[in-house]
């Protein structure tokens, strides 16, 4: 549990960090562009959750944080299997979580600045911890769908 934590808060201190930076350069709706037509750096001011749904809910967000955190510490707790991919996933998961969770708290809203255009399409500005959130849930479908796979496997052979 101890390296889980030791992940958590490094993860944290990442994306706290990263967005202290953004705001101590730059003024609301600044931009600089690092990759013409594909990577800017963006600062902007989520008051919504994940593509701004629930926008100015604040309380809503925060309570359905606080619920998922909830849940995911009884996950965690009756973990049996810590791998390091586990430590990392759940790590930056939860650290990913409570950085956005801090913003809300704290700002009352989430601190945006990584902007991107993949062909005519431009993807909704987001954080660390947003990056952090979506890779460690793909990670937890793609492992817990294969582990689906070999439990099926092994019942299909008995």
Known sequence: MKKLGLITLITLAIDQITK???VANLK???TISIIPNFFRITYLQNKGG???ILADHILVLL???VIFLFIFYRIIKNKQNWNLLSLLTYGTLLGGIIGNFLDRLRLGYVIDFLDFNIGSYHY???NIADMCIV???IVLIIVNIKDGDTNGDKSQTK
């Open 20 to 22: 202290l930076i953004i």
């Open 28 to 30: 609301i709706t600044d």
């Open 50 to 52: 994940a593509f701004s």
């Open 63 to 65: 309570l359905f944080t």
């Open 124 to 126: 909704p500005v987001f």
């Open 135 to 137: 890779i460690s849930c």
